[in-house]
C-alpha cells in the first residue's frame, strides 16, 4: 500500500499545514502551477515529490517537472497533467494522450475546483485537487490524501485548510 498527498496550484504559497498532513504519506504529488523551485524544494523534503508544471511555472520548473507524466504506482497506471478538464471535457491537447495511455488515474489541476469523479469512458478515476495556494477566485483551499493498494484507491480524504 502506497499513501498519497495530493495537491494543486500552489502557486508559490506555503502553508506550514503541509508538512502535518503529509507527514504521514509515503509521497507527495503536485498537479501544477507550483510557483516556485523553493516550495518544491520544500515539498520534496518531507516526502519524494512527483509533480508537472503549470502554466504559470517559469523556466527553471519546467525544466525540472515535465508537462504531463505516466508512472505506475503499485499496480495501478497513473497519469497527472495540470490543465486536464473533466470527464466528457477533456481539454483537447491532452485528450489524444490521455486515451492513449488509458490509466486508472489521471490527475489534474489548474480549475482550482475539487472534484473527484469516475470516468466510465476510460474506466479511469479522475481527482482535481483543487487549489492549496491563496491566488485564485476559490474560498476554500484544499489537499487531498489517499491510499493505492494495487490497483485500488482507498481511504480518499479531502483536507480543507
Known amino acids: 500500500m502506497t499513501r498519497i498527498a495530493l495537491l494543486s496550484d500552489t502557486h508559490a504559497y506555503w502553508d506550514e ?69 473533466y470527464p466528457g471535457k477533456y481539454d483537447p491537447r491532452i485528450r489524444k494522450q490521455l486515451y492513449a495511455t488509458m490509466p486508472d488515474l489521471f490527475i489534474s489541476g489548474h480549475s482550482h475546483i475539487l472534484k473527484v469523479q469516475y470516468d466510465p469512458a476510460l474506466s479511469c478515476l479522475h481527482i482535481n485537487p483543487g487549489a492549496a495556494g491563496l491566488q485564485g477566485w476559490q474560498t476554500v483551499r484544499t489537499l487531498v490524501r489517499f491510499t493505492i493498494d494495487g490497483k485500488q484507491f482507498k481511504d480518499l480524504e479531502v483536507i480543507e485548510l
Request: with cysteine; proline share 3%; glycine share 10%.
Open 17 to 85: 499545514r503541509y508538512a502535518k498532513y503529509f507527514a504521514e504519506c509515503d509521497e507527495i504529488w503536485h498537479a501544477g502551477d507550483i510557483g516556485s523551485l523553493e516550495l518544491a524544494n520544500r515539498l520534496q523534503d518531507i516526502r519524494p515529490l512527483k509533480a508537472v508544471h503549470g502554466n504559470i511555472d517559469g523556466g527553471d520548473l519546467r525544466r525540472i517537472y515535465p508537462e504531463t507524466l505516466t508512472w505506475q504506482c503499485e499496480e495501478a497506471k497513473i497519469m497527472m497533467t495540470h490543465i486536464g478538464g
